[in-house]
Nanobody, 114 residues
Framework: QVQLVESGGGLVQPGGSLRLSCAAS????????MGWYRQTPARQRELVAT???????NYADSVKGRFTLSRDNAKNTVYLQMNSLKPEDTAVYYC????????WGQGTQVTVSS
């Protein structure tokens, strides 16, 4: 079992920045696929950014150039730096990891509003 703990959400004005963190713990031997999804009441869960099995990074078109995904393998942690935030980025953000199975964090709310 893998547990994912997220932090860093909150309220920010349009144009502002936030950094989300997701720390993995438990029975970890090597997690290659790890990243972030988001969901709103009106939209199903969608990919924001993720590290792939081959070590590449995939971003949703809507966040390219504004969000940056990074990781600290020693800490089993991924970070999502979100800049130039827009109201449409408002959502619950979920950390995801894949190691034989899919694991999800509890979600952290990001609200972009003036």
């Amino acid at each position: 079992q893998v547990q994912l703990v997220e932090s860093g959400g909150g309220l920010v004005q349009p144009g502002g920045s936030l950094r989300l963190s997701c720390a993995a713990s438990g029975s970890i031997f090597r997690i290659y696929v790890m990243g972030w999804y988001r969901q709103t009441p009106a939209r199903q869960r969608e990919l924001v950014a993720t590290f792939t099995q081959t070590g590449n990074t995939n971003y949703a078109d809507s966040v390219k150039g504004r969000f940056t995904l990074s990781r600290d393998n020693a800490k089993n942690t991924v970070y999502l730096q979100m800049n130039s935030l827009k109201p449409e980025d408002t959502a619950v953000y979920y950390c995801h990891a894949h190691q034989l199975d899919d694991y999800w964090g509890q979600g952290t709310q990001v609200t972009v509003s003036s």
